[in-house]
């Protein structure tokens, strides 16, 4: 089946083609991205009115390059795939409404996707014969969660944050030392220049014996030790790019050594997915402790309408009839089974 993903959820505009067969083989005929953060970089952060009024400006824009570049047409796209949540309101609704113009001029099947769900897929659409049962780690802007995947539709969570979700602790930590936003991607980018380079500065290990993540601690630990060492790091490059390490360090670890014991536990393959399984460090340490470990290359490791297209392929190829379609600002993953349309 030929299927056109939209995704808009947030702060970028993502459009795809992907070929999905039955066996959950899939192949990336086009994509197209546009990323907002010019536009949110001086006001520090995503301004939702200005993020859905860019969607709606880059929608049919990307779509038009997508068409050109891949010389597929509208008239060949067997359905559509929308994120309709988790993300900003405004936003998928901007998503969704185009998607609904466009499926009922072609009178094809439009699919409700979960943004989370397209996160974790992601691992299938890359690594051919992956197949549940495994682990997935989703770590966002919003989410951390290690999840059991049992098959389409099916997750349930077997460790979640308290507070702060990773990507939150990253970009807090940056705003902090005066990284502007994008800020974790940034905080990332410098930790890597003091690589293999013994830090200054020491954190706390964050809830390493807790059952749960939690990062909202490390935040105020993160303030304290800039407070203490402010004109250090004004004054001392090098020492910027080791709070950043050091931080880097706490967050990662925090999230290594939860992950690995449920690897240990289970015997699972591990799926890493969402905006901070971009993290150079995170990966060389799942790498090394876990013995089967997908990662989705980096362009799809950020929020993109191919993950969104794969998932609407899948369901739509198993036979699913769509889900009355509803926009929802949360939406935990591990509700679709309840609501799931495929029982396989
Ligand atoms: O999945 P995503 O693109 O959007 C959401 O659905 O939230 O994730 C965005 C998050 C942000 O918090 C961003 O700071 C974080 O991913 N991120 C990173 C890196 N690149 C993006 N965090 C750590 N290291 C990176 N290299
Ligand atoms: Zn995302």
Request: aromatic share 4%; net charge neutral.
């Amino acid at each position: 089946m030929r299927i056109l993903g939209i995704e808009s959820s947030c702060d970028e505009t993502g459009v795809a083609v992907l070929d999905v067969e039955p066996s959950g083989e899939a192949h990336i005929v086009g994509e197209c991205l546009a990323s907002q953060v010019a536009l949110h970089e001086k006001y520090g952060g995503v301004v939702p009115e200005l993020a859905s009024r860019e969607h709606m400006r880059n929608l049919p824009l990307l779509l038009e390059e997508l068409f050109s570049k891949s010389g597929v047409t509208l008239k060949e796209i067997d359905g559509i795939g929308v994120t309709c949540g988790p993300g900003l309101k405004g936003c998928l609704l901007i998503g969704v409404t185009f998607a609904q113009g466009l499926a009922a001029a072609r009178q094809v099947p439009l699919f409700p996707v979960n943004h989370i769900e397209g996160h974790i897929l992601s691992g299938e659409l890359h690594t051919p014969g992956l197949k549940p049962p495994y682990i997935a780690l989703v770590v966002s802007g919003g989410h951390t969660e290690i999840l059991l995947v049992e098959g389409l539709g099916k997750y349930s969570c077997l460790c979640r944050t308290r507070d702060d979700a990773a990507g939150e602790a990253f970009d807090k930590s940056a705003n902090l030392l005066g990284l502007n936003y994008p800020g974790g991607a940034r905080l990332a980018a410098t930790a890597e220049q003091a690589a293999g380079r013994r830090s200054r500065f020491t954190l706390p290990r964050v809830g390493r014996e807790m059952e749960d993540f939690s990062f909202s601690g490390l935040k105020t630990a993160v303030l304290l030790l800039i407070k203490k060492n402010r004109e250090l790091l004004d004054s001392d490059p090098t020492a910027m790019a080791e709070i950043c390490w050091t931080i880097q360090d706490a967050i990662v670890d925090a999230l290594v050594v939860k992950v690995v014991r449920e690897v240990q536990k289970r015997g699972l393959p591990l799926v890493v997915c969402g905006g901070v399984s971009a993290n150079t460090e995170l990966r060389r340490r799942l790498q090394a402790k876990c013995p089967e470990v997908h990662v989705p290359p980096l362009r799809h490791c950020v929020d993109n309408g191919a993950m969104i297209a794969y998932v609407a392929g899948r369901y739509l190829a198993a036979g699913a009839q769509p889900p009355r379609l509803n926009i929802h600002s949360r939406w935990p993953v591990e509700t679709l089974s309840a609501s799931s349309p495929v029982t396989a």
